[in-house]
């Protein structure tokens, strides 16, 4: 038969309450008694009930990270940095997806239901009014990854997206040479698509150059969509001066291996750039030129604000803002502009 909270109690001759106070780390028991529970708690090898103890204290020191997908490097590289961070302020994570279009508004009304978390972090892909409406009524402390939802009071922490897709087309347009930019996104209704696409017009309308209709395609952020598309495109596209911008790494990854396919250069015939500075940009063939994002941190950080609202419900709300970095490779051409730039030797 298990070894029961009692059996401690009555080999360290203390009752139940100063057994789960010590249990708990209450500052309430002396070091003397403290002592005695601890060794006949080791004695007996007694291993406390997490679940009674979670009821008991209205807690559980379990968090939750809900995310678009669990797919590729981008969302494990949030999973890592949100895990070292849980575990680091004594967490435990458990990580789920909400994909098909469910953005996340049905998984986090079962969470409120049924789960014992103390709180949640939750990444929105795409603001719509059903998850405004749960996120307002959500009854856990929570942090949002990567937005902003109108009317509802929480913690987020955001990637500065704009900065970085400026940063990127300002590159593609000045040191790359780039003429004309062809812009490939996720859905049209994708928050960071909308800050990408953005940026995309605005720096076409400080240069000058055109911006047709039929440069802009929205995709899904996957390789093969990426290069299903490219395949019927690539050989229209290339042309001296052309560039394209591709809203993240693999859709890059999928134009560039079309690019191949098609028996055209990149970057000579065909200019790529990419976004969010996976592992995919760097294997790669050319690397890409592509936008730094501080994914780990993203996650450690949604965790540490998280963590801060479980033990202070009261406190100022609070937005991080990170900023990411542009990363000039091969893919994007500069290189071959510079090299044309130099005068003839004499």
């Not at 401690?8 to 249990?23: F, H, W």
């Not at 490097?73 to 990580?95: D, M, P, Q, T, W």
Request: a neutral charge; aromatic letters at 4%; proline letters at 5%.
């Amino acid at each position: 038969m298990p070894t029961s909270i009692v059996d401690v109690a009555k080999l360290a001759k203390v009752s139940i309450s100063t057994v789960s106070r010590v249990i708990n780390r209450s500052d309430l028991v002396n070091q003397r008694t403290r002592a005695r529970v601890e060794s006949a708690i080791k004695q007996l090898n007694y291993q406390p009930n997490a679940f009674a103890r979670g009821l008991m204290l209205r807690r559980s020191d379990i968090v939750g990270l809900v995310l678009p997908d669990l797919h590729g490097e981008f969302y494990s590289e949030i999973i890592r940095g949100a895990n070292l961070k849980a575990r680091h302020l004594g967490y435990n994570l458990v990580v789920s997806s909400a994909r098909d279009g469910d953005d996340s508004h049905s998984l986090l009304r079962a969470i409120q239901q049924r789960a014992l978390l103390d709180g949640v972090a939750v990444m929105v892909s795409e603001l719509t009014d059903r998850i405004a409406e749960v996120l307002a009524a959500f009854p856990l402390p929570y942090v949002v990854l990567d937005g902003e939802i109108d009317g509802t009071p929480h913690d987020s922490i955001v990637i500065d997206q704009r900065h970085g897709a400026v940063a990127l087309m300002r590159h593609l347009v000045g040191p790359a040479g780039a003429k004309r930019i062809i812009f490939v996104g996720g859905l049209a209704t994708n928050v960071d698509t909308i800050a990408r696409l953005e940026a995309y017009r605005q720096v076409l309308a400080e240069s000058g150059l055109p911006q047709e209709a039929s440069d802009v395609y929205h995709l899904d952020y996957e390789y093969e969509t990426a290069y299903r598309l490219a395949r019927e495109h690539v050989r229209a596209w290339a042309s001296a001066g052309c560039c394209v911008f591709a809203a993240n790494d693999e859709m890059a990854a999928g134009i560039v291996a079309a690019a191949s396919e098609a028996g055209l250069n990149v970057p000579r015939d065909l200019a790529v750039a990419g976004f969010d500075d996976t592992r995919v940009a760097r294997m790669t063939r050319p690397p890409l030129t592509t936008v730094r994002v501080p994914m780990a941190k993203m996650g450690a950080q949604a965790m540490e604000l998280l963590c801060q609202r479980i033990a202070d419900p009261q406190r100022p709300r609070m937005q991080i803002s990170l900023q990411p970095e542009l990363v000039v490779r091969e893919s994007c051409g500069t290189a071959l502009r510079r090299a044309a730039d130099q005068p003839a030797p004499a």
